[in-house]
Structures are given as structure tokens and as C-alpha cells.
T-cell receptor
Framework: NAGVTQTPKFRILKIGQSMTLQCTQD?????MYWYRQDPGMGLKLIYY???????DKGEVPNGYNVSRSTTEDFPLRLELAAPSQTSVYFC?????????????FGQGTRLTVV | DAKTTQPPSMDCAEGRAANLPCNHS???????VYWYRQIHSQGPQYIIH?????ETNEMASLIITEDRKSSTLILPHATLRDTAVYYC????????????WGLGTSLAVNP
């Protein structure tokens, strides 16, 4: 089991460029999440999905888009990158249903917008 | 989900027990208490969770007060590798299992 895999690990973008952060999990989890973490802060939820074809906004969705065409993959799209999007991005997954299960996290994508 | 409150930082001597407190006075009856940690800005790692009863696993013990308004994570014999930020989160099955993260407690284990 690879768990949750994120690519790339590091990326530098110029202002106005776009990119897709990839996230895939091999645990057949229904629920998937994208978080961002700014220095010295906790994680903030960007978008989440409770199953293929279903996505919803989290706390800080502006400037981002997601899709969930398969159970395994949950890519995060940045359009027109801005310096405020410089952050570390984490993808997570968990089984749905009851609250008695934990989340699994990827190792993060460190994005710098210059 | 209930908001949690944790001290911003703590120190512990290597080999001693580390006791990390968490206040969750507004927790509802169906919310579990989860603990995660984050080492060197890596992806958060699950430690333990519980609802009412105390829990123990190979990593830690979780003590939840009878009124469920607070809990304590215990690392019985802290090592240098336990230096990390520890997050206490209250989560229920509703609200799509979204985790609301605070600032956590930065634990420094000293030799």
C-alpha cells in the first residue's frame, strides 16, 4: 500500500501561471480532502469530496478548483496563481460513514508563487 | 465540530512521560477526540482517538475526563523523535468528517 501520494513535492510558479496538484490514494477511501498550511499555522480546508463525482467547498476555496472522476484521484487546480497561494498543500483521505476512523495524509506539495 | 484549546508549547525530558492537555468544553456527545502530530512540516500522522473511554495503542494513551470536556495525550517514554506539533481535534460522523485544525502544541523533547 502506497497510501496517499502527492505530486509534485516542490514547485515554483510565476504569478498568473496555472498548475494541477495531483493526489491519489490506493485504500479505496470515499472521502478525500485538500488542505493548505501557511507557516506556523494549522491546516485550512480548501475542498473535499465524499465520493466520485461529488465535491464541495471548504473554508478557503477561492482561487482553486477540484474534480473527482475516480475514487482514487482528487486533483487540485490552481488558476492564475497569486503570491497568497504560496503554501504547503496536503491531501488526505479517509473512509466515510462513522467517525471512528482516521485520516491518512500525503507528504505535501510545497508551492512558491513568485 | 467543537473547538479545541491547547497550550502553544511544552518541553519534556527524553525518557520521561509527556502529558499534552486539550480542552474541548463544547464537545457534543457524538464527537470523537482525535490526536494527530506533524513532524518537520511533513504530512500529519494519526496517533489515537477516543469517544468516552480511555484508549491506549503502541504510540500513546488518551485519557478523557468523565464529563468529556478535556483530554490528555500521554507519550509514556518520550524520545527525540517525538518532537513535533501535536493537534487535538473533535470530529463527528456528520459534517462530512471535516477536520478543523487549531495551532496545536509544539512539543520539544530535550536530551
Amino acid at each position: 500500500n502506497a497510501g496517499v501520494t502527492q505530486t509534485p513535492k516542490f514547485r515554483i510558479l510565476k504569478i498568473g501561471q496555472s498548475m494541477t496538484l495531483q493526489c491519489t490514494q490506493d485504500m479505496n477511501h470515499n472521502y478525500m480532502y485538500w488542505y493548505r498550511q501557511d507557516p506556523g499555522m494549522g491546516l485550512k480546508l480548501i475542498y473535499y469530496s465524499v465520493g466520485a463525482g461529488i465535491t464541495d467547498k471548504g473554508e478557503v476555496p477561492n482561487g482553486y478548483n477540484v474534480s473527482r472522476s475516480t475514487t482514487e484521484d482528487f486533483p487540485l487546480r490552481l488558476e492564475l496563481a497569486a503570491p497568497s497561494q504560496t503554501s504547503v498543500y496536503f491531501c488526505a483521505s479517509m473512509t466515510g460513514g462513522n467517525a471512528n476512523t482516521e485520516a491518512f495524509f500525503g507528504q505535501g506539495t510545497r508551492l512558491t508563487v513568485v | 465540530d467543537a473547538k479545541t484549546t491547547q497550550p502553544p508549547s511544552m518541553d519534556c525530558a527524553e525518557g520521561r512521560a509527556a502529558n499534552l492537555p486539550c480542552n474541548h468544553s463544547t464537545i457534543s456527545g457524538n464527537e470523537y477526540v482525535y490526536w494527530y502530530r506533524q513532524i518537520h512540516s511533513q504530512g500529519p500522522q494519526y496517533i489515537i482517538h477516543g469517544l468516552k473511554n480511555n484508549e491506549t495503542n503502541e504510540m500513546a494513551s488518551l485519557i478523557i475526563t468523565e464529563d468529556r470536556k478535556s483530554s490528555t495525550l500521554i507519550l509514556p517514554h518520550a524520545t527525540l523523535r517525538d518532537t513535533a506539533v501535536y493537534y487535538c481535534i473533535a470530529c463527528n460522523a456528520g459534517n462530512n468528517r471535516k477536520l478543523i485544525w487549531g495551532l496545536g502544541t509544539s512539543l520539544a523533547v530535550n536530551p
